[in-house]
């Protein structure tokens, strides 16, 4: 038969068990409880991921349009200007041919003499003729100097030189060229009665100019004008006379 063993009472160590504080429970440690954590905050970063995403996309869409914007802007600028730079050349600054005009021609000091026995009648004169350049351009054109050759029964009587100048925009110029009549040349073609009675004499002139026309410094153009003319002088009593008629004709080039 057992017998039982009385265990004495400790009364200090139950009084000093009821002293003491409560400890609190222990919290899951993610290291020991992964599955748990996981559960708890994947929701959250999915969330988080999927805004960046969201706000990732807007600011590509905004970059995305505004170089779009830019673009489209560059592109209809260069349009527009090449069109307005087109239709600027090809009305308002396209070059126009000037007008080269032989507007008279005047013989003075028409002077008549006894001559050798080739040519009994001697004629001295001197020829002064009015040309105008016109020119309708919105720039100036600048030319060279000039020459005007006079042509008589086919034999040169004289030639002309004018100086080099500068015709402003839309504008006429007028030059007088002025020369001696070669005697030897024309009184052959002259009789006393021609003198005293008068007589119609036809001389050519060709005259050419050379120039440029600078439009802004952008477009420049180089000219060359030639001009034929037949004119009609009546001569009579060694007097001044006047062309009486005048029929050119002039070449751009």
């Known amino acids: ?8 009472y400790n009364a200090a160590a139950a009084a ?3 002293d003491a504080p409560t400890r609190p429970l222990a919290i899951a440690s993610p290291t020991v409880h992964p599955a748990a954590t996981e559960d708890a905050t994947g929701t959250g ?4 991921v999927a805004t960046t995403r969201r706000w990732r996309s807007m600011q590509y869409l905004r970059k995305r349009r505004c170089v779009l914007w830019c673009c489209g802007c560059c592109a209809t600028s260069v349009v ?12 308002v600054f396209k070059v126009h041919d000037p007008v080269l005009t032989m507007n008279r021609v005047t013989l003075e000091g028409v002077d008549g003499g006894l001559g050798t026995a080739a040519n009994p009648v001697s004629v001295n004169a001197t020829l002064t003729a009015d040309i105008s350049i016109k020119n309708p351009n919105v720039a100036s054109f600048a030319f060279d100097r ?3 050759d ?9 030639v002309a030189y004018a100086p080099q100048g500068e015709v402003g925009a839309d504008r006429t110029v007028s030059m007088n060229v002025t020369l001696d009549v070669l005697a030897d040349r024309i009184s052959p073609n002259v009789s006393t009665t021609a003198l005293i009675f008068g007589q119609e004499y036809n001389i050519t002139s060709y005259t050419e100019i050379t120039g440029r026309v600078d439009v802004l410094g952008i477009y420049k153009r180089d000219l060359d004008i030639k001009m034929n003319c037949t004119i009609m002088l009546e001569v009579g009593a060694l007097s001044s006379v006047q062309s009486k008629a005048t029929d050119c004709v002039a070449n751009v080039s």
């Open 150 to 158: 006079f042509y008589y029964g086919g034999e040169t009587v004289g």
């Open 1 to 8: 038969m057992a017998t039982a063993t009385a265990v004495p």
């Open 45 to 48: 970063d999915e969330e988080a």
């Open 16 to 18: 000093a068990g009821k």
């Open 146 to 148: 000039s020459e005007t």
């Open 80 to 91: 527009l200007l090449g069109i307005t730079i087109l239709v600027l050349a090809l009305t």
